[in-house]
């Protein structure tokens, strides 16, 4: 890990252990890119700029300076000067115009990783750690931006973010502030990302990069289940172990942007932000505004490379709670249970079988508060219906207790049902624009997290609940997207914020919840996998994943999930067949072992399973006992993918030290007259010699080779395998 400043040739230098991030400074005055990718030594790498072709620098053709903005590769692009390509930042003065210059005024080198005020980000000590300040000043506006560039010592990743900051005498509008540029030539790159819907969310696609622009985005005002917040760009011949990745990962869980750009010189430019959708931010002399954290991996070794730098880096300087490293409680879930026909007697029924099969933990679903007995009323009433659960809440976490397991609740803190005592109070708390009817989806509307009287209330309400009973774990939920966007506290000039200022609201809600509650075990959750992003993970070590259990299609969604995020972070539950989402049956083990690749739980009435059912609870809870240390912190590789082959997936996990793995292989597709395949594993250690199934093998064997696994009779039956070095 290493940031240097070259003098004599204008050049910064950012190396991680594997990969070099440079940009220079031309005419004094711009800050251009000049290179990202495989380690490399030299600064001497200028001519990257084409200085002396003539577009190329605009002190030596002036006449030509559009041409010049339209081509050069910038490292914080602007507009409204002559870069027709997409820009970082748009600012509007105080007179309507928009253009700026923002010009290079200095920098400095800092050990350790800076704090982003309110908002999720990595961090790290000044001991492995290191951040690059770069300074850029429009004069007549009085606006300065500071490209923050950090390095994590070990990881080949690149964090970036932007302040602005008003030193002028005016406000200014910022109708844009994107967190990172990537400009380069293309080599005839492919485009990544991750795509779904509700109950399919996070599936891999990959397509040429043709001339203009290609987006993936949401301005639902969260992550969403349609468009994930990462974009990669990789050579046609990019796989899993070979080729070139460039990724990027926003550390945001609102409205995002991540675009290529193919320009008319065959160039590319990469960009990741808050999409500028409805977005307009006022800024006041001596105010500033932070851009959220991107997160940049190169990776020259292909996908699985890429992959294993976001799941070090998230488990080593993203994710801050205290269960990150433990084995979390195995849950059961009452949701696809009961859904919202429960009472105590119900919930102690399931705790009690539940304990006996080695569960640990008995979570209570929505239809615990107010007059909850459908999803058409009561959020935002934070009160226990007692009718329901007789005796309160604090009797029932007690005999649960007694059955030896724990007790967690499920909450939806950013909702408001238009049926609700909260809403009958409080109407103008809705997100709303006056006079137009609210738009409702599942029958509720969003409070307006961007007002702090409103989230101070929900806190108030919420942590009653906490501090009244004995609670291990919290759900926290959010069902749906922002609409009808207006804040009664904001200003005509400042709605523009409400998306924004929204997010800080739940970040800063969520921040008090942990640092008040710092033993609550909290997951993340948004009509199943909305959020899944860097930034919850920020507050949260898990998030339930997807509303669909179904085992065959939770192939997809918990690979493109594992593309970026740990498995140790994926919610993953068993729960019953015919399968409530998608009406598949599945054997009772594939359902375990592919739930056992995340958090593991249960998502079920246990007490109506048949008792071979239950020794199968019983076996995989042990399973988990047994497996969890290794795949929560294990490297994890990727050796199909029934997404491309129609038939069969699988995967691994490997042990730091390459002493064990678990190897995951499900049989999607039967076929007549196969013949046993040979899977080649990874990750090992060439010259160990392994146990599997009771033989010896080198590591080198098993890699070249593979692993050989038989046929099975019948769809959808899986298998794992243990392997341990002699
Ligand atoms: C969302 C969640 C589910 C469940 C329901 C309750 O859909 O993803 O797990 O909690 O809400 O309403």
């Known amino acids: 890990m290493e940031i240097q400043f070259y003098e004599q040739q204008k050049v910064f230098m950012l190396h ?23 380690k490399i030594q030299s600064p001497n790498i200028r001519y990257i700029l084409r200085e002396d072709e003539p577009p190329f620098v605009p002190s030596k053709n002036l006449r030509e300076k559009e041409a010049f903005l339209d081509c050069a590769p910038m490292e914080y692009p602007e507009s409204g000067m002559g870069d027709y390509r997409e820009s970082a930042i748009c600012i509007r003065s105080v007179n309507g115009h928009r253009g700026s210059e923002l010009c290079y005024s200095g920098y400095t080198i800092e050990e350790g990783k800076p704090v982003l005020e309110g908002l999720p980000a990595t961090w790290g000590s000044e001991k492995d750690s290191m951040t690059l300040k770069v300074y850029l000043k429009d004069q007549l506006l009085g606006i300065k931006a500071t490209l923050q560039y950090s390095i994590f010592e070990g990881i080949d990743a690149i964090m970036r973010s932007v302040i602005v900051e008003n030193e002028g005498k005016e406000v200014v509008y910022l109708e844009k502030v994107l967190s990172a540029c990537l400009d380069m030539e293309d080599r005839g790159f492919e485009v990544m990302g991750l795509f779904g819907a509700w109950g399919r969310e996070r599936h891999i696609q990959r397509i040429p990069v043709g001339y203009g622009r290609q987006n993936i985005a949401s301005f639902r005002g969260k992550s969403s289940h349609q468009e994930n917040p990462f974009m990669a760009l990789v050579t046609p011949e990019t796989t899993q172990d070979f080729g070139e990745v460039y990724a990027m990962n926003f550390v945001y869980s609102g409205n995002f942007i991540a675009q290529v750009e193919k320009n008319q010189f065959d160039s590319l430019r990469m960009t990741m932000g808050i999409h500028p959708e409805g977005f307009t931010w006022k800024l006041n002399p001596k105010e500033k505004f932070i851009a959220p954290e991107v997160v940049m991996v190169y ?6 490379e890429m992959t294993r730098t976001f799941h070090n880096l998230y488990r080593s300087h993203l994710i801050r709670s205290k269960y990150l490293h433990t084995k979390r409680p195995i849950l059961i879930n009452n949701w696809e249970a009961t859904y919202f026909d429960f009472d105590e007697k119900k919930l102690l029924e399931i705790a009690k079988e539940a304990s006996k099969l080695g569960i640990e933990m008995l979570v209570m679903d929505d239809g615990w508060f107010g007059n909850r007995n459908n999803d058409d009323s009561s959020l935002g009433d934070w009160f226990v219906n007692e009718e329901k659960l007789k005796g309160g809440l604090h009797k029932l976490v007690e005999d649960v207790k007694k059955t030896g397991m724990k007790f967690g609740i499920w909450v939806e803190p950013e909702m408001i049902s238009p049926n609700s005592l909260l809403y009958q109070a409080h109407p103008d708390w809705a997100i709303q624009i006056p006079q137009r009817s609210i738009t409702q989806s599942r029958a509720q509307y969003v409070l307006d997290f961007s007002r702090e009287d409103v989230v101070e209330a929900v806190y108030q309400m919420i942590s009653n609940i906490l501090r009244s009973a004995d609670i291990s774990y919290v759900k926290w939920d959010m069902n749906r997207q922002l609409t009808t966007l207006g804040s009664a506290n904001l200003k005509a000039d400042q709605q523009g914020e409400l998306y924004h200022r929204y997010m800080l609201g739940v970040y800063k809600m969520q921040e008090r919840l942990v640092t008040e509650f710092p033993d609550i075990l909290l997951e993340n959750c948004s ?27 939770r192939l997809a969604i918990q690979e493109g999930t594992a593309l970026l995020y740990p498995v140790s972070t994926i919610g993953s539950h068993v729960s019953v067949c015919p399968n409530h989402t998608v009406g598949r049956d599945t054997p009772f083990e594939t359902r375990g072992d592919v739930a056992l690749f995340g958090t593991f739980g249960y998502e079920l009435d246990v007490t109506k399973l048949s008792d071979a059912e239950k020794e199968l609870v019983k076996e995989q809870t042990q399973n988990y006992h047994k497996y969890n240390d290794l795949i929560r912190e294990g490297d994890y590789y990727r050796l199909a993918s029934v997404s491309e082959n129609g038939h069969y997936d699988s995967w691994m996990v490997v042990s ?33 010699i392994y146990i ?22 019948g769809d959808f039956k899986s298998k794992i395998l243990e392997l341990f070095q002699k």
């Open 527 to 553: 009509g199943g996998g909305a959020r899944f992003d860097a930034g919850m993970l920020y507050y949260s070590p898990q998030i339930w994943c997807s509303d669909n259990t179904d085992a065959i299609e």
């Open 299 to 304: 990776s020259s070794k292909g996908l699985g």
């Open 656 to 688: 730091n030290d390459r002493d064990k793995a678990l190897l995951f292989y499900v049989q999607v597709q039967a076929k007549a007259n196969l013949k046993s395949r040979f899977i080649r594993l990874k990750g090992l250690s060439p010259e160990k």
């Open 692 to 713: 599997l199934n009771g033989q010896e093998y080198t590591g080198d064997i098993l890699m070249k080779v593979g692993a050989r696994i038989s046929p099975e009779f």
């Open 16 to 38: 991680t252990e594997n990969t070099t991030y440079s940009m220079a400074i031309v005419d004094d005055c711009y800050l251009e890119h000049l290179y990202y990718g495989s």
